[in-house]
């Protein structure tokens, strides 16, 4: 799917393919099984995806015309501080989202910490994106088989985001 061949190839990005040598790959592929697909899902890679999630996430986007989301987004707290760095962010419509894979509960815990810490200090760090002014929006595997509601999800948040004052992103500390 197209889905599957951006998650694969934003992987293939990420561990140090260029993106010429890949184009070259689907050029002397001409003809095979799943090249026009792949030659599809090539404007639409990118090295910043971190998880097949976010990659996945981002062509349910594209395909329902959502405008592109800027990757890793960095947010900056009143103190100047990172506050948080979220898998995509719509600034101009004040909306930061945020695609929830189970890792980050389990294989990516920090030694002695546990999943109801992480789901705690998730908690107080959206607050915190919140009071700047940002809408957030998760989401999870399952919602990617409904793109529909979850686009919907998406747009009501870029309405409120859009209807007040842009969220605060304050300048990093040096």
Not at 52 to 78: A, T
Not at 137 to 158: H, Q
Request: glycine content about 10%; hydrophobic content about 40%; charged content about 30%.
């Amino acid at each position: 799917s197209l889905r599957r061949s951006v998650a694969i190839g934003d992987q293939a990005l990420r561990l140090g393919m260029k993106i010429d040598d890949l184009r070259d790959l689907i050029e002397a592929g001409k003809g095979r099984h799943g090249i026009g697909r792949a030659r599809i899902a090539v404007p639409l890679l990118d090295v910043r995806a971190e998880s097949p999630g976010e990659s996945e996430s981002r062509v349910v986007f594209h395909l329902r015309g959502l405008p592109p989301p800027q990757l890793q987004y960095k947010v900056f707290g009143r103190d100047g501080r990172l506050l948080a760095r979220c898998d995509m962010a719509w600034p101009e419509l004040g909306t930061l989202g945020e695609f929830d894979g189970q890792t980050k509960y389990g294989a990516l815990l920090r030694p002695g910490q546990t999943p109801e810490q992480v789901v705690f200090e998730e908690k107080l760090r959206e607050d915190a994106l919140r009071e700047l002014g940002w809408e957030v929006v998760r989401w999870v595997w399952s919602d990617l088989n409904r793109p529909d509601a979850l686009v919907r999800r998406i747009e009501r948040a870029f309405e409120r985001g859009g209807q007040r004052p842009a969220p605060l992103n304050f300048a990093p500390r040096m």
